[in-house]
């Protein structure tokens, strides 16, 4: 069994090489994603169906993100749906050329490619916005739209695209669609204190921390000891004590390894792991109408693909996280209670940030309603 494991790992990998120096690296990877490598004759049809949408194509569209095709199984970037949405959505006038897995970057490096137009479209967090609209960071206020549902009716309102988006498009970027994830959560590492179930749990823990300024201010509030460790140094970091928690979402965890050195996590739904695919303004404004229709359609349904898709890519995060000992803490509500009334963005603490970020509190009245009202689209929150 183990023999005839290897000879069809080498016989992928074997069509994988020659499909990536005939075909280039976008048929591959497709054909990887689509389970065909396996075949010889499988790979060779999708390889010949993407040389035809190649050529047929009246323009071609590179889409970058840091992540791997298969990452949408823990979470959902949805790359390879929405590279075969435009395309059909355009019907074959858009050719789309991936460059997954970082290739061309990550995060602000992504940001600075497209509005730069080196490359049309890519993927990064929400954050990234923040630069170039400084209202985009909200999203980082404790409980503004930490859960799903909230985060989904704030990115998608009139009142988002009124007050965020012609700042965004003013730098030269167009948002295609906003990516739910999940929120969040407060994971401990294993040999670290037990589960942490209310803000007293957090007491002297040493928390990573990213760079932002306003999740810093949380876990000081909530109790902890903010840690800044630069996201590459958080494994090394986490398993040698240096720092005894994080938080980003059960999906990212699983996908970035830390499966082995986790053993709580609770999910506290305090700020989303949210991501955006951007394009270059100048580029899309420079497509014909329908194309650009188009576009703006398989946006619209990569966006109902990756919503319906977040229970079941946590579901499988959480199922190998599960095999490697780790466990997982659900709040009440008056737990969950306790979290808001001591590092909620109701605090006077916050008021800075609202008038800094959203120019002024009558805007921020606006985003927060936005935030609460339930829009078109329903998410699942954990």
């Not at 989904?152 to 730098?171: C, G, Q, R």
């Not at 659900?330 to 008021?351: H, I, M, P, R, V």
């Amino acid at each position: 069994m183990q023999r005839k494991d290897n000879e069809l790992a080498s016989e992928e990998r074997r069509n994988f090489l020659k499909l990536a120096s005939t075909a280039g690296f976008t048929a591959a990877v497709v054909a990887g994603a689509g389970g065909m490598l396996w075949s010889t004759e499988a790979a060779a049809q999708t390889a010949q169906e993407e040389r035809a949408r190649q050529e047929a194509a009246e323009y071609t569209m590179t889409l970058a993100t840091a992540y791997v095709l298969g990452a949408s199984r823990s979470y959902p970037i949805m790359q390879l749906d929405l590279k075969e949405n435009i395309q059909n959505a355009t019907n074959g006038k858009v050719y789309v050329k991936l460059a997954p897995g970082g290739q061309l970057g990550a995060g602000g490096a992504l940001v600075q490619a497209v509005q730069a137009g080196t490359i049309q479209c890519a993927q990064h967090s929400l954050s990234n916005f923040a630069p170039f609209a400084s209202a985009a960071d909200l999203i980082n206020l404790p409980y503004f739209c930490g859960s799903n549902q909230r985060f989904t009716n704030l990115v998608t309102s009139d009142a988002w695209k009124s007050e965020v988006h012609p700042k965004v498009e003013a730098s030269g970027f167009k948002p295609l669609f906003y990516i739910n994830i999940d929120p969040r959560v407060v994971a401990m590492r294993k040999g670290g204190s037990g589960p942490v179930l209310s803000p007293a749990d957090l007491a002297g823990v040493k928390f990573r921390v990213p760079g932002s300024k306003m999740l810093q201010q949380y876990y000081r509030m909530v109790g902890a000891n903010p840690t800044p460790v630069a996201w590459g140094e958080t494994p090394s970091a986490i398993k040698q004590g240096v720092a005894d928690a994080l938080d980003p979402s059960v999906g990212a965890l699983y996908v970035f390894g830390f499966k082995d050195i986790l053993s709580h996590v609770t999910f506290t739904q305090a700020v989303p792991d949210s991501q955006v695919y951007s394009m270059n303004l100048e580029w899309f404004n420079s497509l014909p109408g329908d194309v650009q229709e188009g576009i703006e359609w398989a946006g619209e349904m990569t966006s109902h693909q990756n919503l319906a898709k977040v229970p079941s890519a946590r579901s499988y995060a959480m199922a190998e996280l599960a095999k490697a000992g780790v466990e997982f803490h659900s709040l009440s509500e008056d737990q969950l209670a306790e979290w808001k009334a001591t590092g909620g963005y109701q605090l006077s603490d916050w008021d800075q940030f609202k008038v800094e970020l959203a120019g002024s509190m009558d805007t921020f009245a606006k985003l927060e309603e936005a935030a609460g009202t339930m829009g078109k689209y329903y998410v699942h929150d954990a």
